[in-house]
């Protein structure tokens, strides 16, 4: 199986910078998602990284290093609509071909003023 | 697009009752996948199709959950009977994964439907 592990809690102030950490151990890794939940509702799809380094997407980056298990979201210009959950996601490849998706418990973001 | 559509959003049942939860996944998505959070936690996964045949059940509690999804489209999610700790959102999410190692690909989730068993 996988363990993933993630903050429980974080605090930010708006238009400053937060980094959410994420740390795996997994055998047949196959790439690794963030998703964003707002409570109440249902996940949604931030990013996906099966190769070392860094994706940037506008506030959104994210960053993996398969060596050392390791992968983390970075939010900047952080706006007050960023206060939800963040979910790191580990895929795996079954034996038919078919990705597994597991994810960690999520880390709960509150932006203050 | 469309996105995944559930149903009920919200259900109260007692324990030992039963409950069925309805999903109609995205036009076109191969894979459907049914995931239970618990209040706090990160969505498990129950069960996981490729068209109508199951992939991954290994976390269903087979003794008291079943899953169908007849011609691969829609799928029903149903407990019975319930117990106290079933209590949580059950999340319907869909893919374009089409297995053989095609990659991988974002899952959409639908708004879930909220069950409290008392």
């Known amino acids: 199986g996988q363990n993933i592990d993630q903050p429980t809690e974080m605090t930010a102030t708006e238009g400053a910078i937060v980094q959410i950490n994420c740390t795996y151990q997994t055998s047949g890794f196959n790439g690794l998602f963030w998703y964003q939940q707002h409570a109440g509702e249902a996940p949604t799809f931030l990013s996906y990284n099966v190769l070392d380094g860094l994706e940037e997407k506008g506030r959104f980056s994210s960053f993996l290093s398969r060596s050392k298990g390791y992968s983390y979201l970075l939010l900047k210009e952080l706006q007050m609509k960023d206060s939800a959950s963040y979910l790191c996601?580990?895929?795996?490849?079954?034996?038919?071909?078919?990705?597994?998706?597991?994810f960690g418990t999520g880390t709960k973001l509150q932006v203050i003023p | 697009e469309a996105g995944v559509a559930q149903s009920p959003r919200y259900k109260i049942i007692e324990k030992r009752q039963s409950v069925a939860f309805w999903c109609n996944p995205i036009?076109?998505?191969?894979?459907l996948y049914w995931y239970q959070q618990i209040l706090g936690q990160g969505p498990k996964l129950l069960i996981q199709f490729q068209n109508n045949g199951v992939v991954d059940d290994s976390q269903l509690p087979k003794d008291r959950f079943s899953a169908e999804r007849l011609k691969g489209v829609d799928s029903t999610l149903k407990i019975q009977p319930a117990k106290l700790e079933d209590s949580a959102v059950y999340l319907c999410a869909s893919s374009l994964d089409r297995g053989a190692g095609t990659g991988n690909t974002e899952a959409f989730f639908g708004q879930g439907t909220r069950l409290t068993v008392v």
């Open positions: 036009s076109g998505h191969a894979t």
């Open positions: 996601a580990v895929s795996v490849m079954n034996s038919g071909g078919y990705q597994k998706v597991t």
